[in-house]
């Protein structure tokens, strides 16, 4: 399995502000993709991020409102663009591996918006 | 797409009983199936997976069934403990192996 790191770990933002998240990789990873998890809830898929072009968005969610950033095997970020409370969230960065067909998970960033 | 169902949401259960959580799934093509387990301010842990080759798989403690005709699959916890607390999730992909969509999950209480 690969090991997954996500900074920061936790922020507390003002609303209308931008948080950039980053997913580091210890070892090149065929997929990456971004979840949202609200408080109580469960995952919910965002985006796909490729490498070296546009992440593929899901159902209800934007690249304006989550742009989305890969430029190498390795390494991902997610933008939450002009927060509001509503984006309060755990935010989990996955992958799957070269070697392995499993999904793994990152610790998560854990957002609050004032 | 993918629509997958899971239940109970919440399982309370003595120390040393068994647990089973149960998910149903909508596409037949399906053809992977892991659950996860997430506890308290981390991210989710791969805990056992089944493809759709076998019905059953054992892991120490931790088995998880399927029966494809019904589409559904099952998560057993024999002689459960109380670090066994957490919510767990089954998941199946939204197409091929990856990525996944989840259940609702299952908050279980293993009570000493």
């Known amino acids: 399995s690969a090991v997954i790191s996500q900074k920061p770990s936790r922020d507390i933002c003002q609303r209308g502000t931008s948080l950039t998240i980053q997913c580091q990789v210890d070892?090149?990873?065929?997929?990456m993709f971004w979840y949202r998890q609200q408080p109580g809830q469960s995952l919910t898929l965002i985006a796909t991020a490729n490498q070296g072009s546009e992440a593929t968005y899901e159902s209800g969610f934007v690249i304006d409102k989550f742009p989305i950033s890969r430029p190498n095997l390795t390494f991902s970020t997610l933008t939450v663009s002009n927060m509001s409370p509503e984006d309060s969230s755990i935010y989990l960065c996955s992958v799957v591996g070269v070697s392995y067909n499993e999904q793994f998970f990152g610790p998560g960033t854990r957002l609050t918006v004032l | 797409g993918e629509n997958v169902e899971q239940h109970p949401s919440t399982l309370s259960v003595q120390e040393g009983d068994s647990a089973v959580i149960k998910c149903t799934y909508s596409?037949?093509?399906?053809?992977?199936f892991p659950w996860y387990k997430q506890e308290l301010g981390k991210g989710p842990q791969l805990i056992i997976d089944i493809r759709s080759n076998v019905g059953e798989k054992k892991d120490q403690r931790i088995a998880v069934t399927l029966n494809k005709t019904a589409k559904h699959f099952s998560l057993h916890i024999t002689e459960t403990q109380p670090e066994d607390s957490a919510v767990y999730f089954c998941?199946?992909?939204?197409?091929?192996?990856?990525?996944?969509?989840f259940g609702k999950g299952t908050r279980l209480s293993v009570i000493a």
């Open positions: 596409d037949s093509a399906s053809n992977y």
């Open positions: 998941a199946a992909p939204y197409s091929g192996n990856t990525p996944l969509v």
């Open positions: 070892s090149q990873v065929t997929m």
